[in-house]
């Protein structure tokens, strides 16, 4: 990575502003780190060729970027990033609705789907009063550093098979979840940080495994167009079917068409509107 932008650089040495909860449950106590309602980044995600996708913008993945970074240097347990609403919206191909996002560090914190179910119950029927912290990233500018030409060309250093089996992506108990060792929680961190001029989308994979074929279950997809694609989502959804559920394929491809058609009104609506301000005195 060769561009960054100053911006980026002051805002990783100051940190993240974000929410904690901490809820005891059992004989555990969960501290749950959540996006404030008044950051600007909003997700997705969904399940397509047998893979778990998180879908964002460009400024969706330097927050998702900054969140695994800093989570592979966490080290209370219990601790793991919830992505929900507001910061949760409908796919940006046919409006589907979209699961929530659990981010969690191996070996340090518990979340199998008992776990989450009653997590996710006690946040919703007493809710627990946050507090704001930073979410530093420090170390993580360095990293993103050019490469030498001199290292440019050597083979990365293999990853143990004991850490690449603690990686995985998986829907558990209603909720997309991630779960890496800290090596590749920052390695991933960086990766998806790094993504830059995406004209057409980009893509990260996440959770590689062999099975007799090379497979990951995981993905992030990051959209440059992505607020843009969700508006015209819901609103091909809502013409096409309504407020219900898709219930045939054929309906999920009327969707997604009229998604297209929508995506164009909107681009001849944007461009009759900058010729009639350019033609006002």
């Known amino acids: ?7 980026h650089i002051a805002a990783n040495a100051t940190g993240l502003k974000v929410h904690l909860r901490v809820v005891p449950l059992g004989h555990t106590t969960y501290r749950v780190v959540t996006l404030r309602p008044s950051m600007g980044v909003r997700f997705a995600s969904n399940y397509f060729h047998d893979t778990w996708h998180i879908v964002t ?3 969706g993945a330097h927050v998702l970027g900054r969140l695994l970074w800093g989570l592979a240097f966490q080290r209370q347990p219990g601790t793991l990033v919830m992505i929900d609403v507001p910061h949760l919206v409908p796919t940006p191909f046919e409006a589907d609705p979209s699961d929530p996002i659990v981010l969690v560090p191996a070996g340090l914190t518990r979340f199998d789907r008992e776990d989450l179910a009653r ?4 946040l919703r029927r007493s809710p627990v009063t946050p507090r704001t912290i930073r979410w530093h990233t420090f170390g ?3 990293a993103l550093a ?5 290292l440019r060309f050597r083979s990365p250093t293999p990853h143990p098979d004991s850490m690449l089996a603690r990686e995985r992506m998986s829907r558990r108990a209603g909720m997309i979840c991630y779960s890496a060792a800290p090596e590749l929680l920052r390695q991933h961190g960086c990766g998806i940080f790094g993504i830059r001029g995406v004209q057409y989308g980009s ?3 996440l959770a590689e495994h062999r099975h007799g074929r090379w497979h990951y279950d ?3 997809q990051v959209l440059p167009n992505f607020d843009e694609a969700v508006a015209s989502a819901e609103v091909a959804r809502q013409e096409t079917i309504g407020d219900r559920a898709i219930t045939s394929e054929v309906e999920r491809q009327a969707v997604f068409r009229r998604r297209d058609q929508v995506e164009a009104r909107r681009r001849r609506a944007y461009r ?4 009639t301000r350019r033609r006002a005195p």
Do not use: C, N, Q
Request: glycine share 4%.
């Open 203 to 205: 893509y990260f994979p």
């Open 119 to 122: 997590l996710t119950r006690t």
């Open 57 to 59: 913008s460009i400024a």
């Open 272 to 275: 009759a509107a900058k010729s």
């Open 146 to 150: 050019p490469t030498p030409d001199h």
């Open 140 to 142: 993580m500018i360095a």
């Open 218 to 220: 995981g993905e992030v």
């Open 1 to 7: 990575m060769t561009d960054l932008d100053p911006a």
